[in-house]
């Protein structure tokens, strides 16, 4: 009976796994179809295929789209990292007065939708003449991903023992050594979780992508919606534009799979 149990959660696991990928896989198949074949009803299966559509993205200029998008989350991550894990530090191993009230201000700053700011940060980058500019658009996914990751930080230097960090200051490390060389190596895969969710949010972030950029420094995501104009859907391109944008995220998070899961099990999602 416990066999027979064990072997039905398999194999709803598998069936659900496969309903959520089934999307993905099938966006690739058609990224590799005609543009007749991509829109036929019923879909069709056994078809040719080729990289023509590989071809026609970049003939389009995707490869300038990925470079802001790289460039606006890789060093939003970096910037956000090195604001929020000194930040997290001082709330958790060395806390302050009222860290709850200072906890609630960061998190605070989230609860304005971005759209409801959006006419103010759109005139004040107008006016410092920083409209379609990656720096200014990196800066704001700095606002917009520190406080996550101040919160999410905190968790995890919450799990380091108190001992630890007593034996080392005992032995005379300062406030660097310390947080340096031994509480980060303990929480490197809290590190790689809050990182990897940064780039996500900086890499699937659209609205302010679409709004304060035109050209130079538009990124990935208002580049696919391009692809939706008053001619119809090329759906096919936009497969192959699709698929593209998603490898970077896929990449990233099967390197730091085994990080991921460790910091996620830290208690950043409790």
């Not at 959660?9 to 007749?36: D, G």
């Not at 896929?250 to 910091?263: F, Y």
Request: proline share 5%.
């Amino acid at each position: 009976m416990r066999s027979f149990r064990a072997g039905l959660l398999t194999t709803a696991t598998w069936i659900i796994a496969l309903v959520f990928f089934f999307p993905i896989a099938w966006m690739v198949f058609t990224s590799f179809k005609t543009e007749n074949a991509a829109a036929s009803i019923p879909p069709t299966i056994f078809t040719s295929l080729s990289f023509d559509n590989y071809v026609a993205v970049f003939e389009r200029g995707m490869g300038a789209y990925l470079t802001n998008s790289f460039t606006s989350s890789i060093s939003s991550t970096l910037i956000v990292l090195l604001l929020a894990v000194p930040c997290a530090y001082g709330l958790s191993i060395r806390p302050i007065k009222k860290v709850k009230d200072v906890l609630f201000f960061f998190i605070s700053t989230r609860f304005l939708p971005v759209a409801a700011s959006i006419i103010p940060v759109y005139f004040i980058l107008l006016w410092l003449g920083l409209l379609d500019n990656i720096s200014a658009l990196s800066w704001l996914y700095v606002a917009i991903n520190l406080p996550i990751a101040i919160w999410m930080m905190r968790s995890f230097f919450n799990e380091v023992p108190l001992e630890i960090i007593e034996a080392a200051q005992i032995d005379g490390a300062n406030l660097r050594t310390e947080l340096v060389r031994v509480v980060l190596p303990i929480v490197v895969p809290g590190v790689a979780a809050v990182a990897l969710i940064c780039f996500i949010f900086s890499w699937n972030e659209y609205f302010l992508a679409t709004i304060l950029t035109t050209d130079t420094a538009r990124t990935v995501p208002p580049f696919l919606a391009s692809f939706v104009d008053g001619r119809g859907q090329f759906l096919a391109v936009l497969s192959a534009a699709a698929t593209i944008a998603v490898l970077p995220v896929v990449a990233a998070g099967w390197l730091a799979q085994k990080q991921l899961v460790r910091g996620l099990a830290m208690g950043a999602v409790k």
